[in-house]
């Protein structure tokens, strides 16, 4: 299989699509249940112009849709607009600039929090989210999270789709080591790791710099263990016994996974996982449906499986969604062709194709999408329907505010598992110097 680039990795076709029965089905949003409710008055302005940035693809569709849908809209208002798909780790510093000259990107469709680090600088979405909440059958949990300024029912910023955080496991080698699953129990999921690796087939998680991967694994390590970087009032809580024992347990299953995880950015554990060398990873639904739809590896594809990541806590899963966050800067000469481009783009017609054809790579925000025939299509991508209704977030259990934006994209907890999985600290030093760095960050 050729090497996957970020700009070209996991590609997934038209004949891809077509194999998958996606093309030619039901007339687009059929499925989802709306109610009537008129759309707001946003009158375009003349002359208006778009600039939008987003993440890069992971699956083909997400960028050929959003272009597709891009072109409807320009098609129906007469408005311009660019779209530039920017990598995941370079689009914080490209809207960082644009957050400091006031001037750059209309719309930024961006990472989680991103939005509360520059709530003074983008426009108020109440109205809009309103909206699309009444019409939709309302918003999941997590997307409220996201959404809203914290501690407020102010929406600032539009989740767009939350790219579930699953794991994503070979059967026939977690049997072959003695599991008919993967256990839910920390203890019996490290046995799992440990024999897989003497097996011959390492597990393998991003403890690397990665927006989605490393920060997943970090929090998932600490939320599994009753950890939490602050508590609800936004008070510095890292220095704890469960992050400790979340340390020493992150050192030793990093002993099971494959070399090179410490350097390991988005794209580097679903190349591993479809190149055969890890058994397990944690990861979006994009691993499985490209192995499914390439025939070099679609025996992959059917060893493969999904299922929440374990250490669950009073039935919660230990793991939030990489939720893509809207926001329309105030620096915008074009504020309602803007959201008008927003509400077009997250009405059924244009987002069921998007969520269908992306095959649940971003999966819906608004709960009437649970009725999508996207999550008919095949039983293995459940896992990835309910990330909105995560209760875990980016700086739990304190607000979503610009401190718990920094904590993520400077990865402090990222960073502190891997100095400490490396053996370059203690698990003692590891988490005072994390309790440092967030003290200076939420100034504590």
Not at 3 to 32: F, K, M
Not at 128 to 157: R, V
Request: charged letters at 20%; a neutral charge.
């Amino acid at each position: 299989m050729d090497e996957i680039t970020r700009r070209g990795s996991l590609a997934l076709g038209a004949g891809a699509l077509a194999t998958a029965g996606l093309i030619g089905a039901r007339p687009a949003g059929a499925a989802i249940p709306v109610a009537d409710v008129p759309a707001p008055k946003q009158p375009i302005e003349a002359g208006a112009t778009l600039r939008v940035i987003r993440p890069t693809k992971f699956v083909d569709p997400d960028e050929t849709i959003w272009n597709a849908n891009t072109e409807k809209f320009t098609k129906a208002t007469g408005v311009p607009v660019r779209v530039d798909f920017v990598g995941w780790e370079d689009l914080r510093p490209q809207v960082a600039v644009a957050a400091r000259t006031g001037a750059g990107p209309d719309v930024v469709v961006g990472w989680a929090n991103d939005p509360h680090l520059y709530s003074d600088k983008i426009l108020d979405m109440t109205e809009l989210a309103t909206y699309l909440g009444k019409k939709y059958g309302g918003w999941g949990a997590l997307p409220q999270k996201y959404g809203k300024k914290f501690g407020s029912d102010t929406w600032i910023a539009l989740p767009m789709g939350c790219g579930g955080g699953a794991l994503v496991w070979r059967k026939s080698w977690v049997n072959e080591a003695g599991y008919s699953t993967v256990p839910d129990d920390l203890g019996k999921f490290l046995d799992l790791c440990q024999k897989l690796k003497k097996n011959g087939h390492p597990p393998g998680f991003a403890l690397g710099n990665a927006v989605g991967d490393g920060n997943g694994t970090a929090t998932w390590l600490l939320w599994a263990h009753g950890g939490y970087q602050v508590d609800d009032k936004g008070q510095v809580a890292i220095n704890r016994k469960e992050t400790i024992a979340a340390l020493k347990y992150g050192a030793e299953l990093y002993k099971t996974f494959i070399p090179g995880t410490l350097s390991w950015l988005d794209p580097s554990n679903n190349k591993a996982y479809i190149a055969e060398e890890i058994s397990l990873t944690q990861n979006g639904v994009s691993i499985y449906f490209v192995a499914k739809n390439d025939p070099k590896t679609a025996h992959v594809a059917a060893d493969t499986e999904h299922s929440r990541m374990p250490g669950s806590l009073n039935g919660k899963a230990p793991e939030a969604a990489n939720t893509l966050n809207a926001m329309v800067f105030k620096h915008t000469k074009f504020p309602n062709a803007a959201k008008e481009y927003l509400r077009f783009m997250m009405e059924a017609e244009q987002y069921d194709p998007w969520l269908t054809k992306c095959l649940g790579y971003w999966a819906h925000p608004l709960l009437a999408f649970d009725q999508s025939d996207c999550w008919k299509s095949d039983p293995k991508i459940i896992a990835y329907r309910d990330a909105q209704k995560m209760q875990f977030w980016d700086g739990y259990k304190g607000p979503i505010n610009a401190a718990a934006a920094a904590v993520s994209s400077e990865y402090v907890l990222v960073q502190m598992f891997a100095g400490v999985a490396s053996g370059q600290q203690t698990p003692e030093d590891g988490v005072k110097e994390a309790e440092r760095r967030l003290r200076r960050i939420y100034k504590s």
